[in-house]
């Protein structure tokens, strides 16, 4: 069901090249789906309400009346809220509340000289479009997870889009709405896929020529490869988070590991997705025999079991053999997963030396699924590995950092010989002039 790769004695030269051509990612070519997005784009931003309705029914299977969500049906859908799950919902809200109330900046100013300050202040983004997939499971936990940080940030305009479903009568699925509902968030738009971030960057007018849903300066939030591809080509016109991929996990593991719950937690996110990657990295041919002879089972008694043998089976997907748990680390890195756990007898030992992942979760108790939901951390994660050079998302995604410049005369006296020195090494005379003309009787 699983592949190995033995990389023993083979780590020392090791790259991420080499890496990446024994453990691909899986194939996902954003270029193949550009020309429809591209397409799909052009028809959001010259259309309207009516004509967006129509390509959403296109892809959805069915149109909502408008592509507002009306006040009633979130009231109805927080109304009849399983309470267990509501229960649930609430317990996790607060988790990721505090968490990401810890993220918060403060305004710094800096005295460069006498008379002379520099004062960073954060500033929220005016707007944002939060995105919400709705494919093939219910996502309300990234309803908490886009929500939260930008309500922290104080971004004062939030809405959620999320696609249309045939079973709602066109509205997003109750769950989705109802946890908006719970975080305080009523605009909420019957939209998915390209033509939602089509929609976040360039608004949908009303038949009237009003706005029917006015335009973000950011969207964020993970989606399927045209979510992926429209970010990309929409990039510069609206400010996103990242192009989420595919869901991966990494496993760091010794001896030391229970193979039940190595495998259990490589299937855990195997479920999202035919090409989701997991990979199991160990200095143990026992626990690696036990893992692949754990998985058969486990799977065929898991409810989303083709799925899950696809992804597995997929060459994203291995059980990774090393000398020594200092190789796996040197694996990892390289990988750069979404998710990693490490399984070992010396957890923060090893946690130490990781740099590269999206979130790390440490010791037998910590599974990423609890990443997922209601450990707090933020679920949004760099895939692909993007997480060599990106983070997940953060109050951090909503602020920008403004410089406030303030210098008096004599301040900037004392430095007007440096910059006209530097503007004349430039060969731009002119940055010199505005020094020295403010110095003229």
Not at 213 to 230: L, R
Not at 236 to 249: F, K, M, Q, R, Y
Not at 401 to 429: C, I, M, W
Request: glycine share 8%.
């Amino acid at each position: 069901m699983i592949r190995r790769v033995d990389l023993r004695g083979k780590c020392e030269n090791l790259d991420k090249g080499g890496l990446q051509s024994l453990i691909p990612r899986a194939p996902l070519s954003i270029e193949s789906v550009m020309p429809r997005v591209v397409e799909i784009i052009a028809k959001v931003r010259d259309g309207d309400e009516a004509s967006v309705l129509d390509l959403g029914a296109s892809f959805d299977g069915v149109a909502p009346q408008q592509i507002r969500v009306p006040a009633d049906v979130i009231e109805r859908s927080l109304r009849e809220l399983d309470p267990k799950v509501k229960e649930a919902l609430l317990i996790s809200i607060e988790r990721v509340k505090k968490v990401h109330l810890a993220q918060t900046r403060r305004q710094e100013s800096v005295t460069v000289s006498e008379g002379a300050t520099v004062t960073e202040k954060w500033v929220p983004v005016d707007r944002v479009a939060l995105y919400v997939p709705g494919g093939r499971a219910v996502y309300p936990s990234s309803v908490m997870m886009n929500v939260i940080p930008a309500q922290i940030a104080k971004v004062p305009s939030i809405a959620i889009l999320s696609p249309a479903q045939r079973e709602n009568d066109g509205w997003p699925h109750p769950t989705i709405l109802a946890t908006a509902a719970l975080l305080g968030v009523d605009e909420i738009y019957a939209l998915g896929g390209a033509v939602a971030i089509a929609a976040a960057a360039y608004g949908v007018r009303g038949g009237d020529g009003k706005w029917a849903m006015k335009p973000a300066e950011m969207v964020t939030g993970p989606g399927n490869i045209y979510v992926a591809a429209a970010k990309r080509a929409l990039r510069g016109v609206i400010g996103i988070d990242s192009e989420a991929g595919p869901t991966e996990i990494a496993i760091i593991a010794d001896e030391s590991a229970d193979a039940r719950i190595v495998a259990a937690d490589l299937i855990s996110q195997a479920e999202h997705d035919t090409i989701a990657a997991a990979v199991l990295i160990t200095d143990s041919e026992q626990l690696a025999t036990d893992v692949a002879r754990e998985l058969v089972p486990r799977v065929e008694s898991t409810r989303h079991r083709d799925r899950i043998k696809e992804a597995l089976s997929g060459s994203q997907s291995a059980i990774v053999l090393v000398n020594s748990i200092h190789d796996a680390v040197k694996v990892a890195n390289l990988y750069a997963a979404e998710h990693l756990e490490i399984q070992t007898k010396d957890d923060e030992r090893w946690a130490a030396e990781i740099r590269n992942a999206g979130a790390v979760f440490l010791g037998r108790y910590t599974p990423v699924s609890l990443g997922d939901y209601s450990a707090g951390s933020n679920h949004v994660l760099p895939t692909g590995g993007c997480a060599c050079h990106s983070s997940g998302l953060s109050v951090q995604s909503f602020l920008r950092g403004l410089h406030f410049v303030r210098y008096d005369k004599a301040a900037l006296a004392e430095v007007a010989s440096t910059v006209v020195t530097l503007a004349e090494a430039e060969n731009l005379p002119a940055h010199g002039e505005a020094i020295s003309v403010r110095f003229d009787d």
